[in-house]
C-alpha cells in the first residue's frame, strides 16, 4: 500500500492542473472525480470530531483514548459492502475503499490525540457526541457507493491514480486542509481504485 500513496503522491505533483478547473464551493466540478474525491475529503472531517469525542471519553475514565473500533469499522464495511452489491460492485473492492477510509479517519484521529497529549489545552472542550457525528458519516458511507457506482470505468482503468490526480491536488491545495489531512486524504484515495 506504501508504493500506492507514493505513486499517488507522484501521480499527483506531476499532473498540471489548467487555471481554473479546480472547483471551488458552489461552482461546477471540473472533472468527473471531484464529487467522490469531496465526499472522502468530507469523511476525513469528521475524524476530528472522532478523535475528540474518544479523547473526552478517555479523559473522564482516566484512560488512554482507543483509535481503534474493530466493531462499528466490520458494521460499516459489511453495511457498504450491502450496498455496494445492489450495484454490482465487487466486495472487495468495496471492503478496500472502506479500509482506505477507516485507515485514513485513524491517521487523523492518531495525529490530533498525539497532539494533545502533549498540549492537552489544545484538545476540543465540548467534544461531540459520537451519536450525532456517526449518521453524517454513513450519509457520506452512502455517497462514496454512490460516486464509485457512477464512476466505476473511470476507478476501473488502469490508468486510475492518473485520472484521480487532478481531483486528488485540487483537494490538496484547495488551502481547506492542513498537513495531517492532506496525508490522509492521499491514503483515502489510494484506496478508491477498483482492484
Known amino acids: 500500500m506504501r508504493s500506492t500513496v507514493l505513486v499517488m503522491l507522484s501521480v499527483a505533483m506531476a499532473v498540471s492542473v489548467p487555471a481554473g478547473a479546480l472547483a471551488s464551493p458552489g461552482t461546477v466540478q471540473a472533472d468527473p472525480l471531484d464529487r467522490l474525491v469531496e465526499l472522502v475529503a468530507d469523511r476525513l472531517d469528521t475524524a476530528d470530531a472522532v478523535a475528540a469525542a474518544k479523547w473526552a471519553t478517555a479523559q473522564q475514565l482516566r484512560a488512554q483514548p482507543s483509535i481503534d473500533d474493530p466493531g462499528r469499522e466490520a458494521q460499516v464495511y459489511d453495511e457498504m459492502a450491502r450496498l455496494g452489491a445492489g450495484s454490482d460492485l465487487s466486495e472487495n473492492w468495496i471492503r478496500q ?20 497529549r502533549f498540549d492537552p489545552a489544545a484538545a476540543p472542550a465540548a467534544p461531540p457526541d459520537l451519536s450525532k457525528v456517526r449518521p453524517e458519516i454513513d450519509r457520506l458511507n452512502v455517497g462514496i457507493v454512490e460516486q464509485l457506482a457512477t464512476r466505476r470505468v473511470d476507478l476501473a482503468a488502469p490508468d486510475c491514480m492518473q485520472r484521480l490526480a ?30
Open 166 to 195: 487532478p481531483s486528488v491536488l485540487g483537494a490538496l491545495t484547495s488551502g481547506r486542509v492542513d498537513a495531517l489531512h492532506q496525508a490522509a486524504l492521499v491514503r483515502a484515495s489510494a484506496a478508491l481504485c477498483a482492484p
Open 97 to 116: 475503499v472502506f479500509f482506505g477510509q477507516i485507515e485514513a479517519s485513524k491517521i487523523v484521529q492518531r495525529g490530533l490525540v498525539a497532539g494533545w
